[in-house]
């Protein structure tokens, strides 16, 4: 994986790093609204069935993912997506399967090595696709990016496109049923190969399940204010 180190947030730092970076490549593109905290996250962030990762390069984080499980083990507590393409998704997948939704995924504007940098994020996803045995992968992407999705993880749009829960951006639900394509998806790429030892090692729960101190979700506008 080149230079690249994958890691799971377990400290209030890596979660405030991951917040931080999201906001910097959302208000790259204008997805959201300037915040004096200049970090971004969101009310999912707090549910048991998420979890974040960091991608750093050296010491420096350069993207981050989030993974949210949508599953019995989890009481099938919502993922993000159901906001706003529920519909589509118990239409074309059912809402009995094990899903597994890729979302949150940035990289830092900044870096250059975005070909090969736009995989390593979802080793984390694969990752835990494997740990749950997940029916299929999710993940809203913008219209332009369809194609690579297409080729990438042998995914097809669900959804017209639609604004994303938090963003200023409308993206199309794409669906991949990994059961189907999971196994061509890794062997493409070294990346994504796991041991058995790799999966039974990983625990999905983090060790953080709170905002860092003095923060708390703001559930309407999605955004974190201070509290005195």
Known sequence: ??????????????????????????????????????????????LANSRTCLVYEDSAPVASVRACVYSKEHNFLHLPAFEVYKDEIEKEIGLDKIIVESNRFVIDPREVDS??????PFRFIILNILKFDADYIITAVRPKHVPLYRRFLCMEPISEPKKYPGINVEMIMMAG??????????????????TQEDVANYQFTAALRKLPTGLVIDDNSLQRKNII
Request: hydrophobic share 35%; with cysteine; aromatic share 18%.
């Open 1 to 46: 994986m080149n230079n690249y180190r994958l890691n799971p947030c377990n400290t209030e730092k890596e979660i405030s790093d991951a917040f931080k970076l999201r906001y910097i490549a959302y208000r790259n593109v204008e997805a959201i609204d300037e915040n004096p905290k200049k970090e971004f996250t969101d009310k999912y962030d707090l």
């Open 115 to 120: 070909k090969y940098l736009f995989k390593v």
């Open 177 to 194: 049923d990994f059961r189907a394509f999971g196994q061509t998806v890794m062997d493409k790429e070294e990346i994504y190969k796991f």
